[in-house]
């Protein structure tokens, strides 16, 4: 088993932006304490260059301990993106995330991929900035499927109940007592707002219209589960969901030129 001095090696960028809590230093130092007793049980992953893919927390109790030396699999040096996939992986295979977490890890991902990509948020439609071939909506897709979502839908809506909800109602979602969507239906018609940023005040005129593009994500995501899984995708597609594309678009011609009034 090869091994590497402890101080040549690295943390990757992503650890302590997606799981800071795991990083605790008293989780650290009941670590620590582990492997004085029983030594490191597994190697850490690291690139050829020293960067961290698997075990940060191993290599934290190590320094703890004073070890020089500890014991490494050497992986392929990846890109940032697939980087991010590898530390992904390794977290969410030893341990099930919380809705809690992955919400974190989802607000996080997408703050940091638009800053990786050179975008901006600029107001409620997405927009592709210079330079970059990347939307918003790409970077939303990608940080809801690495955070674990079924859509990005789904992943604005839990982002929503654990910013604007009370303990009681997190706590609900927390105990899988209560679903995301359901909780998410007690925020108000008014909660969903670009970024997860609060919306500003509507005329009650607009609850209508706002509970049922509500109804219709929840239409629209259970269909592109069934069409996901049907072997007829090209058939539908074709007698069903194409006729309503020219309809969707004349929607959100007319939402956009509702909310410029």
């Not at 703890?64 to 014991?71: C, D, F, K, P, V």
């Not at 809690?100 to 990509?117: F, G, H, P, Q, T």
Request: proline fraction near 5%; charged fraction near 25%.
């Amino acid at each position: 088993m090869p091994k590497r001095r402890v101080d040549e090696l690295k943390p990757n960028a992503f650890n302590a932006l997606l799981f800071s809590a795991s990083l605790a230093q008293e989780s650290i130092g009941i670590l620590a304490e582990s492997m004085a007793v029983e030594g490191l049980k597994n190697p850490i992953r690291v690139t050829p260059s020293g960067i961290i893919v698997d075990g940060e927390r191993r290599w934290r109790a190590a320094q703890l301990l004073g070890w020089e030396l500890i014991s490494v699999t050497i992986t392929p040096e990846y890109e940032a993106s697939d980087l991010l996939d590898q530390v992904i992986d390794a977290f969410t295979s030893t341990r099930s995330p919380s809705i809690e977490e992955r919400v974190k890890i989802y607000e996080n991902l997408v703050d940091r991929l638009k800053a990786d990509s050179g975008l901006a948020w600029g107001g409620r439609k997405p927009r592709t900035s210079e330079g970059s071939s990347v939307s918003i909506e790409e970077v939303r897709n990608r940080a809801s499927k690495l955070a674990g979502f079924s859509s990005v839908a789904q992943a604005r809506r839990a982002s929503l109940v654990f910013a604007r909800g009370s303990s009681e109602l997190k706590a609900q979602v927390l105990s899988g007592e209560l679903a995301v969507s359901s909780a998410y239906a007690t925020l108000g018609s008014d909660a969903d707002s670009p970024e997860g940023k609060p919306a500003k005040d509507k005329p009650a005129k607009d609850k209508p219209a706002k509970d049922f593009v509500v109804q219709l994500e929840a239409v629209l995501e259970k269909a592109f589960t069934i069409l996901q899984e049907s072997d007829q995708v090209p058939t539908l597609v074709k007698s069903h969901v194409k006729p309503w594309v020219s309809r969707v678009a004349e929607l959100q011609s007319r939402l956009a030129h509702t909310s410029r009034e």
